[in-house]
Every structure is written in C-alpha cells, then in structure tokens.
C-alpha cells in the first residue's frame, strides 16, 4: 500500500506540476500578445539570432515543445524557411533548461528568521496570494495575465514539492536502490529517459522529477548523465506529433527537434564512455543534488548546440536528403525566394520580382485547371488527390505575395509603380480563385465518377466544346500575364462573352435533352454545376485581363471600352469573337455524327473488301494445290506407263 501511495503522490505532483507550467507559459503569451510570434520570424535572419531568440522565447514560456510546435507552423505556412528553424530549435533545447533552475527554488528551505521567510512554502504562498488578488480583481486584461504567470509558478512550485515529498521515503529503500544502479547502464539510461519524456510529454517535467530523485541522495553522476541524454530526445514526441498534416517543410522542421538531440546524445555518449574507459572519471560516483541536475542539464544542451552551430547548412541539406523535395516544391521554394526583403529598397526590381513569383503562382492554377479537366474524362483518385495537394500550394503565394506587396506600398513608389502594386493585387485574388476553380471541377469529375453518371452523345460533344473553349480562354490570359502581353489581353473579353454565351446555350440544351428523357435528372446537376464553374473561371480570367489594360490606360477608358464593345462591338472584337465562334461551334454536333456514321461506313466497307480479298486468295490457293495434284497424278501415270 505505501508503494501505491508514493506513485499516486508523485503522479499528483508531476500533474499539478504540468498545470502550473501550462498555465505559467499561457499567461505568459498573453502578456507578450503576438509579439513572440512575430520575433521569432522576423528577426532570425542570421543562425546566431536564430539561437538567442529560440533560447529567449523558451525560456520566457518554459517549453522548447510549444517553440518548435509554433515553428513548425510557421515553416508549414510559407512564413519561415527551413534553415531559419533549425537555429530557433537549437535555442529552444538551451531555453528549455533555464525551467530546472527555477526549481532549484523550490527547494529552498529554512528552520527559523529570514531563512524561513525565503523558503519554497513561503515564497509560494505569497506569490499565490498576490496572483489570486489580480486573477479575482485586476480589471485589466494584462495584469489577469500576470496574476495567472503567478498563480501558474505557485502551482508547479507545490507540484515540485509534492514530487519531492513522494519520493523522500524511498531514500532508504533498499529494492529503489538496486533499481537506480541499472539506470547507470547508459543504454538502459538512456532509454528511459526517451520513454519516460515520450509519455509526459514534457523535457522539464521529467527533469523535475529527475531532481526531486536527486534529493534522496541516491542519484549518482553515472544515473543521471545517461537519463539527461535521453530525455532530449524523448522531448522531440510532441514536435513531430504537431508535424503530422504538415507539408514536408513541416515534417522536416521536427525532424530536426529530434536529430539535434539525437547527434547530441550519440556524439556526447560515444566520446564520454570512450574517454572514461581509458581514463575512468572519479565523479562518475558522485551524488548529484537539483542545482547538478540543472547544470548537467545545461551543458549538455549548451554543450551541444556549440558543437553542431558550425553544421547547420549540413543539418538543413541532411533533413532535405531524408524527406526528398520534389519539383513543384523546388519550383514553389524558388518563387519565394524571389520575395527577398532585400530588394525592398529598390522598389523596380521588387515589382520585377513580385511578377516572376506571380507568374509561378498563375501557371500553377493553370495546370491544376487543365489537370482538373482531364479527370472529368478519365477519372483518377491519384490526381484528384493532386488538384487538393496542389491548390494548397497556390494558397500560400495569397499571404507570401500580398505581404510582400504591401512591404513595397510603404515605400515612395512613382504613379506607375503604385498602378503595378494595385495591378498584381487585383490579380492575386483572381489567380488563387482560379485554383478554386479547379478543385470545384475536380469535385464535379468526382461525383460523376462516384454516380456513374453517362451523359448523352450530344451532351458529352458539348461539354467537350465548352472545355476546349476554356482551356483557350486559360491559356491565353495566363500566356497574357505572364508575358505581360497587352494584344492577348484585349482578345480574352471576346472569348469570355462566348464561353459565357455557350454555357447559356448548353445549359437551355440540357433542358430540352431532360424534357424529352434524353437525359436524366441526376446527371442535370453534374451538368449544370460544371457550367457554372466554366462561367466563374471566365469572369476570373476577364479581371486579369482588365487589371492589365488599366495599367496602360485610365479606369474611365477601361469603362469606354467595355461599353463600347457591348454595345457596338468595335471591328476587332467582332473579328475575334467570330474566330472563336468558327473554333467552338456546338451545332455541328449532327455534322460529327453524320461524319463518325460515313467513317463506320468506310470502315465496313474496308472489311468487306478484306474478307473479299481473302475469299479470292484462298480460291486461287486451292486452284493452285488442284493442279499440283493433276500434276502429280499424270506424272505417276505416265511412269506407270513406261515400266509397263
């Protein structure tokens, strides 16, 4: 029973100790507002700010965990790249070690005077009571926050105590000694210090309860040392599980939590036990207290850090060599990394490399389109699940691009610079609204696949007219804007009212086929959805199209020109709309049919032909063996006739 009594004590205190971190690390960020997220990807532009910051935040909310979590989530929006992480993370792993200093406090302890006063209970209780009076009556948000900090640090206070308390009795037990001296093999060390971090997800909290051990006086250098090791990378369990749904950046971004404490442990415990075997280090034995815990625990993280800082473009190419990046995220990283803040003081050449980045971001949405497109031919899971992989991708160049774009508002920009600004805005929203439309097309080409749904012959011949009327209005207006030219530009209106046009027509046409029981009910939604998403992405491609045309002429010409192309269709547009009523023509289904029937024609007329063919060289196959055998017969009859 006193066993169970001891375990129960210590889980109570491990878990008040957890709370009372958590809710210290909370108030925490509530008191800095954003302003730790905005640090730490703002200012880790060089490897040694990277480490100072990753050390600073940790240390400020007490968990290297909820650091690398928020970095993960930074890499995986596009806001930090790979590289910037890995120094955060290294500062991070130093960070979380200032937690065992802090509880070094709570085993201070008096009898009587002003040692009485400093101790642990004392400092808790007033600590408690100050931060109750400000969570009960501050008014303030900020100063609620402080008094939550307050109450949180007096909570894992008590739960460090409680934890120490647990365990004062077993300093006399003699099956807990025996069981500590296997903890001095480095494995078996090592790996309960990973089991056991894995499990309370929390390096601090283990290291808390490593130090509450030491006060038994039965913890020696060659126990501790071993568990320390492991508890590193036992803490990793929560990064990479916050990494689970995360692009590969992100996965790669908790890899490195995990590798830094990996190569720190491997590297640390070969060269310690090798040395030790020769030279046999006398403070091997030596009883370790919670101030030794915590200095062990910092040189080993500090210790490591020194050691792989020099390696951290190696580190970043080696995470890179076990998650392999493919060539759309090759060609998405070089997109980005066209928006440096550098070229922000030249605001020419930052516009220049906005377009390039932008002109990633439309081919993109245009090969999801068409990619889109042809599952409604043939449909595949496979790359449907693509079209979704890929739309998140075009999502992230809305807040990469839009960002960088406001950056070179704040700057002195010419009338010119400032309509190009307006113009890649403008076209964002449009770019990223396309790559929605490919994933409504998507979703289309999926329904029908799921309701085997059969259009009629009449209505797949339309529907392929309608799709090759898009992909032409796609290309042309990305060719347009990538190209920045200004002739494509003015030819998209007239294809935009024609798609417009025809998707009227088919959707009337599509009636009628329901009415005369051509087609039937279910496959009129498919039908008509899918010509509603044709008539979205043509009115998309209209405003790239008109963002680009304000920028060599005034809104009001703008406006002159759509009035006056429809209502008196200048000479030009009426040349293109005609080219492209000839090209997208959906009455000549009749003529197909009747041409596809001439074919089959032809067809079994060729058939015939060969099986006529045939009929005629096996007659002349069997003239040919008749006469061989008269031949043969009047030979015999004649050399019958000579022996005779």
Avoid at 240 to 262: E, P, Q, W
Avoid at 437 to 459: H, L, N, P, T, W
Wanted: net charge neutral; hydrophobic share 45%.
């Amino acid at each position: 029973m006193e066993g169970i009594s001891i375990v129960l004590e210590l889980l109570s205190g491990v878990a008040l100790f957890l709370f009372g971190m958590s809710m210290m690390g909370d108030g925490l960020k509530k008191v800095a507002g954003n302003k730790l997220e905005l640090i730490l990807y703002r200012l880790t532009n060089t490897p040694l700010k990277g480490v100072l910051l990753g050390a600073g935040v940790t240390a400020v909310i007490q968990s290297s965990s909820a650091t690398s979590v928020m970095v993960v989530g930074f890499v995986n929006s596009g806001m930090m790249k790979v590289v910037q992480a890995i120094g955060i993370i290294m500062g991070a792993n130093i960070g979380t070690s200032i937690t065992g200093w802090i509880l070094c406090l709570s085993y201070i302890d008096g009898s009587e005077g002003i040692a009485k006063l400093l101790s642990t209970a004392t400092i808790s209780a007033i600590i408690a009571i100050i931060g109750i009076c400000l969570r009960m009556f501050a008014k303030k948000t900020t100063y609620r926050s402080i008094g939550d900090i307050m109450m949180g640090f007096a909570v894992l206070m008590t739960g460090m105590q409680m934890m120490s308390g647990a365990v004062s009795p077993l300093r006399e037990n003699p099956h807990f000694l025996k069981a500590l001296t296997m903890f001095s093999n480095p494995f078996m060390g090592i790996l309960v210090g990973i089991l056991f971090t894995a499990v309370l997800q929390s390096a601090s909290a283990s290291i808390g309860i490593l130090q509450a051990l030491s006060m038994t006086g039965s913890i020696t250098f060659a126990t501790a040392f071993p568990i320390t090791m492991g508890i590193g990378v036992g803490a990793a369990c929560p990064v990479l599980l916050s990494s689970i749904g995360s692009n590969k950046n992100g996965k790669r971004t908790a890899l490195i939590y995990l590798l830094n404490d990996l190569f720190g442990m491997i590297l640390w415990s070969v060269l310690f036990y090798v040395v030790n075997a020769f030279v046999h280090f006398s403070f091997l034995n030596e009883v370790m207290t919670p101030v030794r815990v915590a200095l062990l625990n910092s040189v080993f993280r500090i210790a490591t850090v020194f050691i792989l800082f020099p390696f951290i473009k190696l580190i970043e190419k080696f995470v890179f060599f076990l998650i392999k990046e493919t060539r759309s995220e090759q060609a998405e990283m070089a997109d980005f990394n066209l928006l440096e803040e550098r070229f922000l003081v030249n605001p020419r050449l930052a516009i220049y490399q906005t377009h390039l980045a932008l002109n990633g971001m439309a081919k993109k949405a245009r090969k999801n389109i068409l990619r889109s497109l042809k599952i409604m031919t043939k449909y595949e899971e496979e790359r449907y699940n693509k079209i979704q992989e890929k739309e998140d991708i075009i999502d992230k160049y809305v807040g990469k691009v839009s960002r960088y774009l406001m950056k070179i508002s704040e700057h002195e920009l010419t009338v010119r610079q400032t309509k190009q600004v307006a113009k890649f805005l403008n076209t964002i929203t449009d770019f990223e609204r396309l790559g929605d439309d490919a994933v409504d097309i998507a979703d289309v080409a999926k329904s029908v696949e799921e309701q085997e749904v059969e259009f009629s012959e009449e209505g797949e011949y339309e529907l392929d007219v309608a799709k090759s009327a898009v992909k032409e209005l796609l290309n042309l207006t990305i060719f347009a804007f990538t190209e920045d030219n200004l002739e494509r530009a003015f030819r998209v209106e007239p294809l935009v009212e024609l798609v417009g046009n025809l998707c009227s027509a088919l959707k009337s046409r599509h009636i009628t086929r329901l009415h005369t029981g051509k087609c039937k009910l279910e496959y009129g939604f498919a039908f008509n959805n899918l010509l509603n998403v044709f008539e979205n992405l043509a009115s998309h491609c209209s405003n790239v199209a008109e963002a680009m045309m304000e920028m060599e002429y005034s809104s009001s010409y703008i406006k002159e020109y759509h009035r006056s192309i429809r209502e008196n269709r200048n000479e030009d547009y009426n040349r293109y709309y005609t080219q492209y009523e000839m090209m997208f023509d959906i009455n000549g289904y009749q003529e197909k049919k009747k041409e596809k029937e001439k074919e089959k024609e032809k067809e079994l007329e060729k058939v015939m032909e060969k099986e006529m063919e045939k009929s005629r060289e096996g007659e002349k196959t069997k003239r040919k063996e008749k006469e061989k055998k008269e031949k043969k017969t009047k030979k015999k009859e004649k050399k019958e006739e000579k022996q005779e």
